[in-house]
């Protein structure tokens, strides 16, 4: 037995053997080391909403993101609990904080002890303000390209009248604007109610960040038909009778509304009333039917009352009865002529 391991082969073969399970020994430790260090996992959590702590009913805070991110690392059991339960909270507290500007940094309560919790962001800014309320007027608006062009706006009128905005003092204070907006397609040619959303802007037209009650009021749109006030204009046709003279052909009627498109309706300068005289024998008045106009929709009125003053005259042989219109202005005129010469 002696003589066995005396032998050199056998030395050496038992010392290659003793390597090797050597070598397999310490792999085997280096692989439990880097199994070990595996089963720490690492995850994010996106959008965890951030709560605050503060006297609301008295206190305004802003600067405070709704969500932050969340990075997690442990072993891999506890981050999938965590990310599957969200049991967790993050928040700040600024029960202790006083009015004005304030760095805070973000806590976090009921992770694992096993975790290690990093939040982005660790801190914030915030501003502390006092809160305040105003009640403020509603200026109920609309597109007046969206009116048929033979309406226009007659009155907007929102219920209720006002609204409540509650907010920081700062911005209150730089409201400009409290507006209902009235949306709809082209072309109206009725009146109509409407649910408007309040919007509440500063002078360059932001939307400011408050509280506004009620937050959508009724919008009341009156609309009416568009039209313009022309001077009438006696125009003679026909040829008088024998021995009828027209002295003059006035009405009492100097203007009537035109109804239509504005862009008729504003071409025209007066309304041309045609009167027959030919069949005149005696002085009077006379009802006239008025014409709408090409593109117009109606008129005020649909007949006017016309003056005829007429005179039975022998004509000169040879001569014609005379067919001038006086009208009653330019009579006026004459008469004041005359008086002064």
Do not use: C
Not at 44 to 59: F, G, H
Not at 193 to 203: F, N, T
Not at 259 to 286: A, N, T, W
């Amino acid at each position: 037995m002696d003589k066995i391991f005396d032998s050199p082969w056998i030395l050496r073969i038992t010392a290659l053997i003793l390597a090797i399970l050597m070598f397999f020994y310490v792999k085997s430790l280096l692989s439990d080391g880097t199994t070990s260090s595996s089963n720490n996992h690492v995850d994010v959590l996106t959008d965890i909403p951030l709560e605050a702590y503060y006297d609301s009913d008295n206190l305004i805070v802003s600067g405070l993101p709704e969500t932050v991110d969340v990075t997690i690392e442990g072993p891999m059991p506890i981050v999938l609990n965590t990310k599957l339960k969200k049991d967790f909270k993050l928040f700040v507290d600024l029960d202790s904080f006083l009015i004005g500007e304030h760095r805070v940094k973000i806590q976090s309560e009921a992770f694992s002890d096993k975790l290690s919790v990093k939040i982005n962001p660790e801190y914030v800014n915030v501003s502390i303000e006092e809160k305040v309320t105003a009640e403020l007027p509603i200026e109920p608006e609309m597109n007046s390209s969206l009116i048929n062009e033979a309406f226009v706006l007659n009155s907007m009128v929102a219920e209720p009248g006002t609204v409540f905005v509650t907010g920081a003092k700062s911005v209150v204070a730089s409201i400009n604007y409290v507006k209902a907006t009235v949306t709809s397609s082209h072309g109206i040619n009725r009146s109509f109610e409407q649910d408007a959303e309040v919007k509440v802007l500063d002078g360059n037209l932001n939307k400011l960040d408050v509280v506004i009650e009620p937050a959508k009021v009724k919008v009341k749109v009156e609309l009416e038909e568009y039209s313009h006030d022309l001077p009438i204009r006696i125009q003679q046709v026909g040829t008088p009778k024998e021995g009828v003279k027209i002295n003059r052909l006035s009405t009492t009627t100097q203007l009537v509304q035109v109804f239509g498109p504005k862009s008729i309706i504003d071409g025209l300068s007066e309304l041309v009333v045609e009167f027959d005289v030919s069949e005149l024998e005696e002085p009077g008045q006379y009802e006239v039917n008025l014409v709408v106009p090409n593109g117009a929709t109606k008129l005020s009125s649909q007949t006017i009352i016309v003056q005829a003053n007429v005179s039975k005259v022998e004509a000169p042989q040879g001569e014609e009865p005379t067919d001038e219109v006086i009208n009653e202005d330019e009579q006026v005129v004459e008469d004041e002529n005359n008086s002064n010469e």
